[in-house]
């Protein structure tokens, strides 16, 4: 059973920042993709990035572009997701997930990832 456990959520202004954590136990973060999805209140779970095996980024959300970065250390087993100048509508349940194979589909579809950590909450003030 793979655990994914995420870290680094809080509250913030608009305009800040916040760098959220996604520690992989037993899962190879090298060869998987992982991805970033979130949760709006009354919302269904969107996907907002990805990052293939090969370290290739897929946005699934076109409103984070230019302010959202998802990277990988290899070393530490975890996935960041650094999101900058947050803005109130980012406010939502952000979990962490994986698929059991290095590619990240297209579609941000929930549907498509296996794996799903408890997720961290972002609240982001006006």
């Known amino acids: 059973q793979e655990q994914l456990v995420e870290s680094g959520g809080g509250s913030v202004q608009a305009g800040g920042s916040l760098r959220l954590s996604c520690a992989a136990s037993?899962?190879?973060?090298?060869?998987?993709?992982m991805a970033w999805f979130r949760q709006a209140p009354g919302k269904e779970r969107e996907g907002v990035l990805a990052?293939?095996?090969?370290?290739?980024?897929?946005y699934y959300t076109d409103s984070v572009k230019g302010r959202f970065t998802i990277s990988q250390d290899y070393a530490k087993n975890t996935v960041y997701l650094q999101m900058n100048s947050l803005k109130p509508e980012d406010t939502a349940m952000y979990y962490c997930?994986?698929?059991?194979?290095?590619?990240?589909?297209?579609?941000?579809?929930?549907?498509?990832?296996?794996?799903w950590g408890q997720g961290t909450q972002v609240t982001v003030s006006s």
């Open positions: 037993e899962y190879t973060v090298r060869w998987k993709c």
């Open positions: 997930a994986a698929r059991s194979d290095g590619y990240c589909p297209t579609s941000g579809s929930e549907y498509e990832y296996s794996y």
């Open positions: 990052i293939s095996a090969g370290g290739i980024t897929a």
